[in-house]
Every structure is written in structure tokens, then in C-alpha cells.
């Protein structure tokens, strides 16, 4: 395959493109992102049609279709109460689709993978915002470690078969996302879907108030899963090198400020207020992503913008 070089490469309108994990949060923006840039050559497979924790399954695909990229955004992901409840999935399932999808993209002429993780990877009191450095520095927050263990293990293996067989396997590491395709499932969503919903539900049934956990206080990232597919091709385009790379907006904004933007873009007229008895959690969470900026990438959606587009997927594909 020659010595790996960071020259940018300019992938072809028709190369064969295989999205795994092509109908959730993330690939369904990378599969919007593509269709826009005139690709005309996705490889999609639902579940049902290529199960990617059957080793023998996945070689056989590999093996007829000869995808010449792969973006890897299949996986198991859930929220603290599922990864208490099932860590043996969260653990198997994802190493075991991370494994078969890497090798077999190796063993069967890929040019280039990128594989994506998620911010959990890091320690829990890594310091903000957080650089790629932070990584295996200090222990992980406990009640999603199996996720982020197999995360790891993710980038681990990219970067072993980069140094044993030279071979062009890279990996981003999103800051939370929020966008089109998002979970807003009452019980088990993160904090900008639930706020959504929240707020939409309180303006339907015409309620006077929506109570909020905490004081509102800590400060958060968010990147809309559109910009985390620019991001995407620009890095399979322009980047080619053995660590990982941190792709965040690079702006913070507080939890209240957070539930008052969502508020206005759903229009509810009622009350906000602020339960001060229940737990904050973590006062800071950002990612430094000043290696991704350096690269010549910067996020183009505001929050704002960001939060009226989703609002309008809601209305049109999840409000009872």
C-alpha cells in the first residue's frame, strides 16, 4: 500500500461508500451530507439485511461488494439507566461490529475507514475542554464504561492496523449531538431532545410551568449532527494520521440558557423554573477541538438555527 502520507485525496463522486449504521442520528446525517455533495454510490444495509455482529455475515459482504471507503457509525448506544441495565451488550455488540467491520474493511482493499466514538471516552476528571491527549490518563465515569471501553478499544485497533499493516484507518470523537433522527423517548433521551419534548408537550396540554432538574448551572457542548458529517467528509478527505481527532462547536452554553433557547424555538408561553434539589451533574463538559480547527474545519450551524431545525423534524416525525 506504499508509506501513508497526509496529503488530502479527493474521493470520486462515484466511489462506493458503505455507511454502516446508515438510519441513526449520525449516519443518517453522513447519508444526507453525501447525497448533497452528488455522491451517487452509498452502500446502505439496514439490520435486518447485514447483521454486523456476525463475523461471517460481514466478510461475506465485505467480500462481494468491495466498498472503497468506510464510514463506521453503527452502534449500541443508550443512555446511564441502559448502560446499568445491559453492560454485557454495550460491551459485546459493539466490539464485536467495530471488529468485523475494521478487519474485514482491511482484509478486503478499503482505501480509508473512520471510525467514531464519543466524547465518554474520557476520563471522568479530564481537563476542560477536553484535548485528544486526555485519553487513558485516568479512570472512566463508571456508569458507561462499557460503552467507552469498547470505544477505545475502537480507536485502539485503527491505530494498530495503521502502524502493522499501514493501512488508512482514522477516528473521530463527537461532543454531544442533537439534530434530525434524534431519540426523544420520555424516559431514556439525553438533555436537548427531553427538553424538546418537554417544552412541546407542556405548550400542547397548555401547561402553566415545566420544571427542570437542577439549578441550570453547568455548562455544555453541542454540535448538530449536519456539521458532525461536514466534518466527516473533510476528514476523510484531509486527514491521515494515527490519533484521533476531537470534533466539537467550540462553544459552551449553560443548561439554562440551553432551556431557554428551546423554550422560545417551541414556543412555549408558560413558566421555567428550576428544581434545586436535584443533582446538577458534571459543571463543565467540552471538547478541545482546536486539532480539527488547525485541520481547516469549523462548524457552520448556530445552536439557534440547529434547535428550529430539529423542532421542525420533531413536529413533522415524532409529536403524538
Known amino acids: 500500500m506504499g508509506s501513508l502520507n497526509n496529503d488530502p485525496i479527493t474521493i470520486e463522486k462515484s466511489a462506493k461508500i458503505f455507511i454502516a449504521g446508515h438510519r441513526g442520528l449520525v449516519g443518517s446525517a ?16 439496514s439490520h435486518s439485511e447485514l447483521d454486523l455482529t456476525r463475523q461471517n455475515d460481514v466478510e461475506s459482504f465485505f467480500q462481494s461488494e468491495k466498498p472503497q471507503f468506510v464510514i463506521l457509525a453503527a452502534a449500541k448506544v443508550g443512555g446511564i439507566h ?12 459493539n466490539l464485536q461490529i467495530q471488529t468485523n467491520v475494521i478487519d474485514s474493511s482491511y482484509r478486503n482493499g478499503v482505501r480509508k475507514l473512520i471510525f467514531l466514538g464519543s466524547s465518554c471516552i474520557y476520563p471522568k476528571f479530564a481537563p476542560q475542554p477536553i484535548p485528544e491527549g486526555a485519553l487513558l490518563t485516568g479512570p472512566l465515569e463508571p456508569t ?40 426523544f423517548h420520555p424516559e431514556n433521551s439525553h438533555v436537548l431532545p427531553a427538553l424538546m419534548r418537554r417544552f412541546h408537550e407542556a405548550k400542547v396540554t397548555g401547561a402553566k410551568e415545566v420544571v427542570v432538574w437542577g439549578t441550570g448551572s453547568p455548562l455544555r457542548e453541542f454540535l448538530h449532527v449536519d456539521d458532525l458529517a461536514d466534518a466527516i467528509v473533510y476528514l ?7 490519533d484521533h481527532v476531537n470534533v466539537g462547536s467550540g462553544k459552551e452554553v449553560t443548561i439554562k440558557e440551553l ?7 417551541v414556543g412555549f408561553e408558560g413558566e421555567l423554573k428550576w428544581d434545586s434539589s436535584k443533582p446538577d451533574g458534571t459543571p463543565r463538559k ?7 480547527a488547525n485541520l481547516g474545519w469549523v462548524p457552520k450551524v448556530s445552536l439557534r438555527e440547529g434547535l428550529v431545525n430539529t423542532y421542525q423534524w420533531y413536529l413533522q416525525n415524532v409529536k403524538q
Open 30 to 45: 453522513i447519508v444526507r451530507k453525501l447525497n448533497q455533495l452528488g455522491f451517487t454510490n452509498l452502500l446502505l444495509k
Open 286 to 292: 467540552l471538547m478541545d477541538s482546536s486539532k480539527l
Open 82 to 93: 441502559a448502560n446499568n441495565t445491559y453492560p454485557a451488550e454495550f460491551i459485546a455488540v
Open 236 to 242: 476523510l478527505e484531509n486527514y491521515s494520521g494515527l
Open 259 to 265: 432551556a431557554e433557547l428551546v423554550k422560545e424555538v
Open 144 to 183: 458507561n464504561e462499557w460503552y467507552a471501553i469498547a470505544k477505545i478499544s475502537g480507536i485502539k485497533m485503527c491505530q494498530a492496523y495503521r502502524i502493522q499493516y499501514n493501512w488508512d484507518a482514522i477516528s473521530a470523537m463527537p461532543t454531544n449531538l442533537y439534530g434530525p433522527n434524534d431519540n
